[in-house]
């Protein structure tokens, strides 16, 4: 029976470093307030003049050929995880796709926010499982900087920009791979995480720009109420329909939202923290991309058979959590 893996991963970071003493000049604000809230120190930010998420899609997708050997024509499927296309339309996939040549594949866009990475993932499982693609590209491209008002104290220390991409191939070989995903999706979070203006119910205008309207929206209370809540459920969900305990578990990799979360989240499951594998100090928050950055920063950490939970919670709210037997 097939089954698919992540035979390959790569992540690109843009080169300039907003750190927290920069950002105590723009906003009110300090490096001991953000640490002990969030626990970031520092985060990327791509300043290139005209270029968005796509730019470090390409920069992600062309380490991961790179680093698999796989020619770009090979690649039949590309799926892009993003809150921040490069425009309404076309897909930010297609403009990846363009940019590495990869003339053969199809591609689209998933909107799942912070949880895309897992969303997509699965999606991939699935088309590999079907026999349709035996490559298919799952790439995250996050530009949070081009939804961050650099003047709301709460939120403009939480995000950082960043991309990752995974190839997805079938295998045989039983017991590796993804093997189980729980994903969940309540309307109840609207109000409390988005973007109030710019789509279709409030398209741009004068007035939503000058009300701020066109930025992030958070209520921080309630995500993180949530946040806590849904990844810690639905890792132990996925835990016990595969009969895991913690003990069977090599590390538990959360989307990187915020540290307080993410103890939160491994205290209440009983992981310790040396099986929580966290970048968020110097990353902050990149959205879908998080977990597949910190992923391939550990990657000379991880070893054929570990046994991950990958778990993620964003807008909508969108949440899950994936059990992934690593080999690569």
């Not at 190839?167 to 729980?182: H, K, L, N, R």
């Not at 807008?315 to 690569?328: E, K, P």
């Amino acid at each position: 029976m097939l089954n698919a893996r992540i035979s390959g991963i790569a992540s690109y970071l843009p080169d300039d470093i907003l750190d927290n003493d920069m950002l105590s000049k723009m906003v009110d604000t300090n490096d001991e307030w953000i640490m002990t809230r969030v626990g970031i120190k520092q985060r990327h930010i791509l300043k290139a003049e005209g270029e968005g998420s796509s730019y470090l899609g390409i920069k992600a997708v062309e380490r991961l050929l790179e680093s698999t050997g796989d020619k770009p024509e090979d690649v039949e499927l590309i799926i892009c995880a993003t809150s921040n296309p490069d425009y309404r339309f076309p897909s930010t996939a297609s403009v990846i796709a363009h940019g590495c040549n990869l003339v053969n594949a199809y591609g689209y866009d998933i909107q799942a926010a912070c949880a895309g990475f897992i969303v997509a993932l699965q999606d991939a499982t699935a088309y590999i499982r079907s026999g349709m693609y035996k490559k298919v590209i799952v790439v995250t491209a996050e530009k949070m900087s081009s939804m961050v008002n650099y003047n709301d104290r709460a939120t403009c220390p939480l995000f950082g920009d960043g991309a990752a991409a995974v190839m997805v191939e079938p295998t045989e070989e039983e017991g590796v791979g993804v093997i189980d995903a729980v994903l969940h999706v309540d309307g109840v979070g609207r109000d409390h995480l988005l973007m109030k203006a710019g789509g279709s119910v409030k398209p741009t205008t004068h007035e939503t720009v000058d009300a701020g309207e066109n930025f992030l929206y958070q209520e921080g209370r309630q995500v993180y109420k949530h946040a806590v809540t849904d990844m810690l459920t639905s890792s132990l969900d996925i835990m016990k329909r595969n009969n895991l305990t913690v003990d069977d578990i090599a590390y538990l990799i959360p989307h990187q939202a915020n540290m307080r979360i993410i103890e939160a989240v491994a205290d209440r499951a009983g992981v310790p923290a040396e099986k929580v594998l966290v970048n968020i100090e110097h990353t902050g928050n990149t959205s879908a991309a998080s977990i597949p950055i910190c992923l391939d920063e550990y990657r000379d950490k991880l070893k054929k058979g570990d046994k991950l939970i990958l778990t993620a919670f964003g807008a909508g709210f969108t949440w899950g959590a994936m059990y992934l037997v690593w080999d690569l």
